[in-house]
């Protein structure tokens, strides 16, 4: 009896090997286990350089996360050419810089360790990227924004000072539960730091630091107060903030007649007809305060009639005091912008409250010079930014009649 054998060639029994684990990796991976062909797709990477290693080996930081997993879905912001920004320690303590996740702002890894006082480090960024500095007993936080290429970050000894550093307190003197919201004034993101407090009572003292700003709110948010610890607190002070109902409740007016006669107020209602509401204000003296609402719209004058102004209550919350001073016609005043940045170039926008649209009033104001005066009504709002729009800040005009009111624009808010 004869036997045959039949000759398999290599590159059959190479392919039969392949298709072999395919199926077996097919068959785990149905099982949901993960399979030998798993495939991690990575976005894109940081480059840094440890200035502390004389060979400066280069490694790469995943922005998905160290292990390459996807740890969010890459949005616009992530797009765009790297380019190099710099950090430079100018502080006396050793720093850290963190990576700040856009889409969970709470997640941050590591770019830079033990950033020692006088070391510069050197990374890639994209565009609109944050990084947060810190020292290891993490008594400051420090949020920058890599919004141009070749900047360099100074983190500067007032920055982290420990005199800064203050304890808060907030009161609830209202009849609303409040939470209460800190707020980074650089990446506006807000945090809750005190939640349903309850009418009555206080929340304990809190970490922060001067010119720290937040926002107490109810969950309707039926109102929004900020509260912001002034210069005056430092070296451990306490800052103590109280809310009340005058302060969450509807607006009062308060009318001051800098007249030298009596006048008298009536309020305008919506159909133009008007009723008397204050009588012979004698002069230098001040009103009761008036209940009242946002929009409001009152006129003074005097017994002889030769003037006429119009106020217009701009508050949604707290007291509004309006000055009388015979002004005829709408209450207005005059307002200048200073831009005290040593670099940015700044640009003003009016906006319109009842549109909500903005609209140029000033372009390129230089930094370190001041802009023309323009002529503002009492309310009117405007908004400050940079080129960049790595800022907004917003400024409502107040001015008293015939005076400049000027606002300004720090470093520290750039």
Same mark, same amino acid.
């Given at each position: 009896?004869?036997?045959?054998?039949?000759?398999?060639?290599?590159?059959?029994?190479?392919?039969?090997?392949?298709?072999?684990?395919?199926?077996?990796?097919?068959?785990?991976?149905?099982?949901?286990?993960?399979?030998?062909?798993?495939?991690?797709?990575?976005?894109?990477?940081?480059?840094?350089?440890?200035?502390?290693?004389?060979?400066?080996?280069?490694?790469?930081?995943?922005?998905?996360?160290?292990?390459?997993?996807?740890?969010?879905?890459?949005?616009?912001?992530?797009?765009?050419?790297?380019?190099?920004?710099?950090?430079?320690?100018?502080?006396?303590?050793?720093?850290?810089?963190?990576?700040?996740?856009?889409?969970?702002?709470?997640?941050?890894?590591?770019?830079?360790?033990?950033?020692?006082?006088?070391?510069?480090?050197?990374?890639?960024?994209? @565009?609109?990227?944050?990084? &947060?500095?810190?020292?290891?007993?993490?008594?400051?936080?420090?949020?920058?924004?890599?919004?141009? @290429?070749?900047?360099?970050?100074?983190?500067?000894?007032?920055?982290?000072?420990?005199?800064?550093?203050?304890?808060?307190? #907030?009161?609830?003197?209202?009849?609303?539960?409040?939470?209460?919201?800190?707020?980074?004034?650089?990446?506006?993101?807000?945090?809750?730091?005190?939640?349903?407090?309850? @009418?009555?009572?206080?929340?304990?003292?809190?970490?922060?630091?001067?010119?720290?700003?937040? #926002?107490?709110?109810?969950?309707?948010?039926?109102?929004?107060?900020?509260?912001?610890?002034?210069?005056?607190?430092?070296?451990?002070?306490? &800052?103590?903030?109280?809310?009340?109902?005058?302060?969450?409740?509807? @607006?009062?007016?308060?009318?001051?007649?800098?007249?030298?006669?009596?006048?008298?107020?009536?309020?305008?209602?919506?159909?133009?007809?008007?009723?008397?509401?204050?009588?012979?204000?004698?002069?230098?003296?001040?009103?009761?305060?008036?209940?009242? #609402?946002?929009?409001?719209?009152?006129?003074?004058?005097?017994?002889?009639?030769?003037?006429?102004?119009?106020?217009?209550?701009?508050?949604?919350?707290?007291?509004?005091?309006?000055?009388?001073?015979?002004?005829?016609?709408?209450?207005?005043?005059?307002?200048?912008?200073?831009?005290?940045?040593?670099?940015?170039?700044?640009?003003?926008?009016?906006?319109?409250?009842?549109?909500?649209?903005?609209?140029?009033?000033?372009?390129?104001?230089?930094?370190?010079?001041?802009?023309?005066?323009?002529? &503002?009504?009492?309310?009117?709002?405007?908004?400050?930014?940079?080129?960049?729009?790595?800022?907004?800040?917003? #400024?409502?005009?107040?001015?008293?009649?015939?005076?400049?009111?000027?606002?300004?624009?720090?470093?520290?808010?750039?």
């Amino acid at each position: 009896m004869n036997h045959s054998r039949k000759i398999i060639s290599p590159s059959l029994l190479l392919l039969l090997s392949f298709w072999l684990m395919g199926f077996m990796a097919w068959q785990d991976n149905s099982k949901g286990i993960s399979g030998v062909f798993t495939t991690t797709m990575l976005t894109s990477a940081y480059i840094f350089r440890s200035g502390s290693n004389d060979d400066e080996k280069e490694e790469e930081y995943d922005e998905d996360g160290e292990d390459g997993e996807d740890d969010y879905e890459v949005s616009d912001q992530n797009a765009g050419g790297k380019f190099p920004i710099s950090f430079t320690n100018k502080s006396n303590k050793i720093v850290y810089i963190n990576w700040v996740h856009q889409d969970s702002p709470w997640q941050e890894d590591n770019v830079i360790g033990n950033l020692a006082p006088g070391q510069t480090e050197t990374i890639h960024s994209h @565009p609109g990227h944050w990084f &947060a500095a810190y020292d290891q007993q993490r008594t400051f936080r420090v949020v920058y924004i890599a919004n141009e @290429p070749e900047k360099t970050f100074l983190i500067r000894e007032e920055d982290v000072a420990s005199n800064r550093a203050v304890k808060v307190k #907030f009161i609830n003197s209202s009849s609303k539960s409040t939470n209460v919201n800190w707020i980074n004034t650089d990446t506006l993101e807000e945090r809750t730091i005190v939640e349903h407090l309850l @009418p009555g009572k206080s929340s304990g003292e809190i970490d922060s630091y001067t010119n720290h700003h937040f #926002f107490a709110f109810d969950d309707e948010f039926s109102f929004r107060v900020e509260f912001e610890v002034d210069a005056g607190h430092a070296n451990g002070d306490l &800052a103590t903030f109280t809310l009340t109902d005058a302060l969450i409740g509807p @607006p009062k007016a308060v009318f001051v007649n800098a007249m030298q006669e009596p006048v008298h107020v009536n309020w305008v209602g919506s159909d133009k007809s008007e009723r008397q509401v204050i009588t012979n204000l004698s002069p230098d003296h001040e009103s009761t305060p008036l209940d009242t #609402f946002h929009g409001h719209i009152f006129v003074a004058y005097d017994e002889k009639r030769t003037f006429r102004t119009e106020f217009t209550v701009v508050k949604r919350h707290g007291t509004e005091v309006f000055r009388i001073q015979g002004y005829d016609g709408v209450a207005r005043a005059m307002t200048q912008f200073v831009n005290s940045h040593p670099s940015d170039v700044i640009h003003i926008n009016y906006i319109d409250d009842i549109t909500k649209e903005e609209h140029s009033v000033i372009r390129n104001l230089p930094p370190n010079e001041s802009s023309d005066i323009l002529t &503002a009504f009492r309310g009117h709002r405007f908004v400050a930014f940079n080129e960049a729009r790595t800022f907004r800040k917003i #400024f409502t005009h107040q001015g008293p009649l015939g005076l400049v009111e000027s606002h300004t624009v720090t470093a520290g808010e750039l």
